[in-house]
């Protein structure tokens, strides 16, 4: 049974925001800090805002879309870019897609059995994440990294691998560009 009725909403591809979001955050450095390579960076950091999320509020129903627009801000840790803490999805069997419409970076992904990419974003860049695959934004330009965001609504997010275990890979500035490097050996 389908419980939405019928809505439409505006992106601001500048600022990143929805005209009426239902829900709004903002991530802190201090909600992710042990995901940064460089522990005496993160302390001289202070505690700036890392990304933004503006929600729709959907029924979390399979037959559903959740959406919503994702805005990593420019900036790096050290070397490291800003990045979301990124996730799987609780139900695994769920993809997502994104759309690009501001910035530069990447999209990160791995599956638990060890497998890596990293694809480019820019605008009008539309990226597919399968199901499986845990995903982090990372902002390597010098404007917010902005995409729109759209994935089953029933798919939920799982934070607990990545919190403790990290990503396979990160990506961090060498020589003034962006370089993804090995972050643990796969086991
Ligand atoms: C939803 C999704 C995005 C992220 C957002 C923030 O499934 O992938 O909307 O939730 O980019 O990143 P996280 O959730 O990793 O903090
Ligand atoms: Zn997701």
Not at 35 to 56: L, N, Q, R, S, T
Not at 86 to 98: C, K, L, Q
Not at 113 to 123: I, R, T, V
Not at 155 to 176: L, M, P, S
Request: hydrophobic share 35%.
């Amino acid at each position: 049974m389908f419980l939405s009725t019928p809505f439409s909403d505006v992106i601001d591809r500048v600022e990143g925001t929805l005209a009426s979001p239902d829900n709004v955050y903002e991530r802190h450095l201090s909600a992710m800090a042990e995901m940064y390579e460089d522990a005496e960076a993160v302390a001289a950091a202070g505690d700036p805002v890392i990304y933004k999320v503006y929600e729709k509020k959907i029924p979390e129903l399979a037959g559903e879309l959740q959406w919503c627009m994702s805005v990593t801000l420019p900036g790096k840790i050290g070397r490291e870019y800003y990045m979301t803490k990124g996730h799987f999805h609780e139900v695994r069997d769920t993809a997502e897609i994104y759309l690009c419409v501001r910035g530069t970076g990447y999209m990160l992904m791995e599956t638990e059995d060890g497998q890596s990419k990293a694809l480019e974003m820019n605008p009008d860049v539309a990226v597919y994440v399968p199901a499986r695959w845990a995903h982090r934004s990372v902002n390597t330009g010098g404007e917010p990294l902005i995409s729109f965001c759209v994935y089953p609504g029933d798919a939920g997010h799982d934070y607990g691998t990545i919190e403790t275990e990290g990503f396979r890979k990160r990506i961090v500035e060498i020589d003034g560009r962006p370089a993804i490097i090995d972050n643990r050996p796969s086991s």
